[in-house]
């Protein structure tokens, strides 16, 4: 049986329907009740909240300390900018410091405005040229291949006999 559902399904298939048949089966033929299936399944649920609360978490601090990390290499660049300008002497407005938000929350531009009018034109089918003929006369002056002698397989040449069986 096993091996007509993994032909027929694929491994996961088969592992979903043996899972929801085993259910099944444990339903109809006992006093299972979800309610107890909800009971059985807490403790392993309370380790999974606990396993995922620590991985989103890790995943907040993280975060955090990447942010840091922006922000002190943002301050850098400033600082830099600022002493190339103290060096240039340019006037403080001259530069552009940078917005800490990510392009898709930047502020909307100006949509563009739609033409009044869009052009369509019909396309001109242009009949290409047909490529010019070779003149013959230039293919006869090639020369022709020299004949190839045929091989030993070819000409009927027996290398080994063939030994007759007893008499």
């Not at 399944?41 to 955090?64: F, T």
């Not at 949509?111 to 009018?117: N, S």
């Not at 022709?144 to 030994?163: C, D, H, M, Q, W």
């Amino acid at each position: 049986m096993s091996e007509y559902l993994i032909s027929s399904l694929n491994p996961m298939g088969t592992a979903l329907v043996t899972g929801v048949g085993l259910i099944l089966s444990l339903y109809l033929l006992s006093k299972f009740s979800m309610t107890a299936l909800h009971t059985w399944l807490s403790g392993p649920m309370r380790v999974l909240s606990g396993m995922l609360a620590r991985w989103n978490a890790r995943r907040e601090r993280r975060r955090a300390r990447a942010v840091e990390r922006a922000r002190l290499r943002r301050e850098k660049i400033e600082a830099k900018r600022k002493a190339e300008q103290v060096s240039k002497k340019l006037p403080a407005d001259a530069v552009e410091t940078p917005v800490d938000t990510p392009p898709w929350e930047s502020p909307e531009l100006a949509p563009e405005p739609e033409p009044d009018e869009i052009p369509i034109h019909t396309l001109e089918y242009v009949v290409p040229e047909p490529a010019p003929i070779k003149p013959i006369a230039a293919e006869a002056e090639k020369p022709l291949p020299a004949p190839r002698k045929p091989g030993p397989v070819e000409s009927g040449v027996n290398f080994y006999e063939i030994p007759r069986r007893g008499c």
